[in-house]
């Protein structure tokens, strides 16, 4: 078992910065850690995910360049937004698996959410 929390996110201003960085606990070893976002009625998309070791990431090709994921440690996962845009609007979420991958369905483990909200 795998248990994610979630911190960071609120309102910002088109152009902004926020940072959510994600805690986890329990069985850890290995694992990838992604986020995920989902705004009002659209499905739940892959944003960013890094491996263990930190050797490899993966973005969503619309926030590369403005979105770092990073390890702060090594049960803390970072996700540093810039640049942000109003669709990047939307409930985020920390995410465990054991593979790289960009689908939901991969990962076995989530966080609760948290929201990030882009005012135009």
């Known amino acids: 078992q795998v248990q994610l929390v979630e911190s960071g996110g609120g309102l910002v201003q088109t152009g902004g910065s926020l940072r959510l960085s994600c805690a986890a606990s329990?069985?850890?070893?290995?694992?990838?850690m992604g986020w995920f976002r989902q705004a009002p009625e659209k499905e739940r998309e892959f944003v960013a995910a890094i491996t263990w070791s930190g050797g490899s990431r993966s973005y969503l090709e619309s926030v590369k360049g403005r979105f770092t994921i990073s390890r702060d440690s090594a049960n803390t996962v970072s996700l540093q937004m810039d640049s942000l845009k109003p669709e990047d609007t939307g409930v985020y979420y920390c995410?465990?698996?054991?593979?790289?991958?960009?689908?939901?369905?991969?990962?076995?483990?989530w966080g609760q959410g948290t929201q990030v909200t882009v005012s135009s």
């Open positions: 329990g069985r850890t070893d290995r694992i990838v």
């Open positions: 995410a465990a698996s054991n593979y790289l991958d960009r689908s939901p369905t991969t990962y076995a483990y």
